[in-house]
């Protein structure tokens, strides 16, 4: 499977990643992608850059070492009502917005709610992916989330980083396996994130490979292979 894109990915400026962007879109080059996407944390995860840092997002080249630079962010779904945090007025700087839960950031309640709230920022027209919903931050009814996918234009993210051995994450796995079952069941696509903090684990999707061969993942249903087909799914318009 020849990967083009990795659409989440994080700086030295979040706070508590390693790698500059230079660094990052390097390593992008050296493993053939042509899009990279920088997306730092949004604000109310401890370390994240102020918002004023999104304000300058314009200074950095659309082209690094060959990469397309795809300027976004993880915003956080930050309460039970699906708002995230930071205000409509940064969207338009982005080319691309992820969304998702963090519980040091999110009040976790019942599945139900758990689940509407991540449903909202769904619905939310400028949100593009939700990051690791079936890493278990939140109890979530994933199949209503596979439903909503093609509803609202939304990709799920299979995250390899909540999949790594050393995140010590009970319930990872045994979600992502369901989220993979029901995506191919509802024919509905998803998005590979390496949600990388280093420029090593740059499209690094190790333990997400694992799961695609065991449940015979279509390669049709994965939007890493073509931009095209991202933009299509997504209805960006990005190159």
Do not use: W
């Not at 930050?78 to 917005?97: A, I, M, P, S, T």
């Not at 027209?125 to 989330?145: F, K, Q, W, Y």
């Amino acid at each position: 499977m020849k990967i083009v894109l990795d659409l989440h990915t994080h700086s030295i400026a979040s706070g508590h990643a390693y790698s500059t962007i230079q660094e990052m879109a390097a390593a992008a080059a050296e493993k053939g992608l042509s899009f990279l996407g920088i997306t730092e944390h949004g604000p109310l995860v401890p370390g994240a850059p102020d918002p004023i840092y999104f304000r300058n997002l314009h200074c950095i080249p659309k082209v690094i070492s060959g990469v397309r630079i795809l300027h976004g962010a993880e915003l956080n779904i930050c309460d039970l009502q699906g708002n995230l945090d930071l205000g409509e007025e940064y969207y338009k700087r982005f080319d691309h917005v992820v969304a998702g839960v963090h519980k040091v950031c999110f009040p976790a309640s019942t599945q139900t709610k758990n689940t509407d709230a991540v449903l909202a920022a769904m619905h939310n027209p400028r949100v593009n992916i939700i990051s690791h919903p079936a890493d278990g931050a939140a109890t979530v009814n994933l199949e209503a989330l596979v439903r909503a996918s093609r509803e609202t234009a939304t990709l799920l993210e299979v995250n390899n980083s909540s999949l790594s051995p050393q995140r010590k994450n009970p319930v990872a796995r045994a979600l992502n396996t369901e989220m993979l079952q029901l995506c191919r069941k509802y024919d509905v696509p998803v998005i590979l994130g390496s949600d990388a903090h280093i420029s090593f684990s740059i499209a690094d999707y190790t333990h997400v490979y694992e799961l695609l061969r065991e449940t015979a993942f279509p390669e049709e249903l994965i939007v890493n292979t073509d931009m095209h087909r991202f933009n299509r799914f997504t209805g960006l318009q990005l190159a």
